[in-house]
């Protein structure tokens, strides 16, 4: 059986296993019940690169954008922990988001008289010689 997405009036996306021939039914949303219709979403022939369900998506919507993380194998050569968070942040498309906190962060800091870490302006990036 495969795996359809839908879509109610209320904007919630949810996927669920039925037979194929059940799936022009329209079903109802696990979170408010309103009747949903189906929606047009990605498959995989075999196995590639990943791609993310509707869980994932409302999921990583949930997570704060300054804790993201870059894998060690995606990481530029030399790429401090700061860059990699700001990098992953960017390919989400959340990089504006992370900027806009981190810079508020650097505000709260200052006013408190502390001194700023990991803030674009004192960031250097750190070379191997």
Same mark, same amino acid.
């Given at each position: 059986m495969? *795996?359809? $997405?839908?879509?109610?009036g209320e +904007?919630?996306?949810f996927e669920m296993l039925v037979a194929a021939g059940a799936s022009k039914r329209g079903q109802r949303c696990p979170v408010c019940g /309103?009747? =949903?219709k189906p929606v047009i979403s990605?498959? /995989? *022939?075999h196995g590639g690169a990943p *791609? =993310?369900?509707?869980? $994932? &998506?409302a999921a990583a919507r949930d997570t704060d954008v300054t804790r993201l993380k870059l894998p060690n194998f995606a990481r530029l050569c +030399?790429? #401090? #922990?700061? =860059? /990699?968070? &700001?990098?992953?942040?960017?390919k989400v498309g959340r990089g504006a988001e992370f900027d806009d906190k981190m810079a508020a962060r650097r505000k709260r800091q200052a006013a408190r008289g502390l001194p700023s870490k990991n803030s674009a302006a004192s960031h250097k990036p750190e070379h191997s010689p």
């Amino acid at each position: 059986m495969p *795996i359809y $997405e839908w879509q109610c009036g209320e +904007g919630h996306v949810f996927e669920m296993l039925v037979a194929a021939g059940a799936s022009k039914r329209g079903q109802r949303c696990p979170v408010c019940g /309103a009747k =949903s219709k189906p929606v047009i979403s990605t498959f /995989a *022939i075999h196995g590639g690169a990943p *791609i =993310s369900t509707a869980f $994932e &998506r409302a999921a990583a919507r949930d997570t704060d954008v300054t804790r993201l993380k870059l894998p060690n194998f995606a990481r530029l050569c +030399g790429m #401090d #922990d700061y =860059s /990699a968070t &700001r990098l992953a942040a960017h390919k989400v498309g959340r990089g504006a988001e992370f900027d806009d906190k981190m810079a508020a962060r650097r505000k709260r800091q200052a006013a408190r008289g502390l001194p700023s870490k990991n803030s674009a302006a004192s960031h250097k990036p750190e070379h191997s010689p």
